[in-house]
């Protein structure tokens, strides 16, 4: 499968744990974007690479929430001290020709 | 203010039944796409609508844009189970970094 992939499908952590999310996109897309989505809702935009750059970031990123995408291959999502609120559906996308092609998602329970 | 608005919400239906789903905004878009989510997994594009008045379609689908460029239609003939999912309406930056801005949603259950 040469789709989006992200890791961990399923996360639940308890509140105040840090908690890194994985995405690898499709080779050769060197535009990423992470979103959120909460339940029944659309996705909202979080953040924005161009190959290694971290171009755009989205004011519903706090200071707790850092990314990275180092090698401009693969992108980490990393929460802070996770909050009851930051339970929602992280997803990844890469771009080519214009779309977005959406990953899985992972699914952060906060307890 | 959401962007863009789509109604119903909710919507549970017989198999074979028709039904349209409606995407509204204030805002005049140069194109809007279509998404279907299911449980579980990313949102997939269906379409991209770009012109006033196009109406493109997919199957048992048609999307329709409307005269001003503000609104769009999903029309779905003879529902199946496999078409439940979460329909999303989304509108691309024409330029600056292209993020996709997706309206509120519509959650479509097809009932065998």
Redesign the interface.
């Known amino acids: 499968d040469t789709g989006v992939s992200q890791d961990p499908r399923h996360k639940i952590t308890k509140r105040g744990q840090n908690v890194t999310f994985r995405c690898d996109p499709i080779s050769e897309h060197n535009r990423l974007y992470w979103y959120r989505q909460t339940l029944g809702q659309g996705p909202e935009f979080l953040t924005y690479f161009q190959n290694e750059a971290q171009l755009e970031k989205s004011r519903l990123l706090s200071d707790r929430f850092s990314a990275e995408r180092p090698k401009g291959s693969f992108s980490t999502l990393e929460i802070q001290r996770t909050e009851q609120g930051d339970s929602a559906m992280y997803l990844c996308a890469s771009v080519w020709g214009g779309t977005q092609y959406f990953g899985p998602g992972t699914r952060l329970t906060v307890l | 203010t959401q962007l863009?608005e789509q109604s119903p919400?909710f919507l549970s239906i017989q198999e074979g039944e028709n039904l349209t789903v409606y995407c509204n905004s204030s805002s005049v878009f140069s194109s809007l796409q279509w998404y279907r989510q299911e449980p579980?997994?990313?949102?997939?594009?269906l379409v991209t609508v770009v012109t006033g008045g196009e109406v493109k379609k997919l199957k048992r689908l048609t999307f329709q844009f409307g005269d001003a460029r503000k609104d769009s239609s999903l029309h779905i003939t003879a529902a199946q189970p496999g078409d439940t999912g979460?329909y999303?309406c989304?509108v691309?930056e024409s330029g600056?970094?292209?993020?996709?801005?997706?309206?509120?949603?519509t959650?479509l259950q097809v009932i065998p």
Request: proline share 4%; hydrophobic share 35%; charged share 15%.
């Open positions: 863009l919400q579980g997994e990313g949102p997939v594009l979460l999303l989304a691309r600056g970094y292209q993020k996709v801005t997706f309206g509120t949603g959650k």
